[in-house]
């Protein structure tokens, strides 16, 4: 029996856009077999929706306190969301 699915919405604040954040996202989700989206706000923060398993959604937040290697994390908000069932990760 596998676990439910879950969803989190994470904006990430900070020195985020323009050193692939997004691309990262995108790798994470897939290797974690996670569905949502990723994108740039025009306030400067990168947002993000991530559904699937619990500990791959965990990880996946986890891993946006860092992001990739030239990110600069100052902040992490984190909301639940809705499961919608989505499928696929979109980078937007």
């Known amino acids: ?18 050193v692939f954040f997004r691309d990262g996202t995108r790798r994470e989700a897939h290797r974690l077999g996670l ?10 923060t990168v947002e993000a929706l991530f559904e699937g398993e619990p500990d791959a959604v965990a990880e996946a937040v986890l891993w946006c306190r860092s992001g990739p290697p030239h990110a600069q994390v100052e902040d992490l908000r984190v909301s639940a969301a809705e499961p919608e069932g989505r499928t696929g990760f979109a980078v937007r």
């Open 1 to 18: 029996m596998t676990a439910a699915r879950v969803a989190r919405r994470v904006v990430v604040s900070g020195q985020v856009q323009g």
């Open 35 to 44: 569905s949502g989206w990723v994108r740039n706000r025009r306030d400067g």
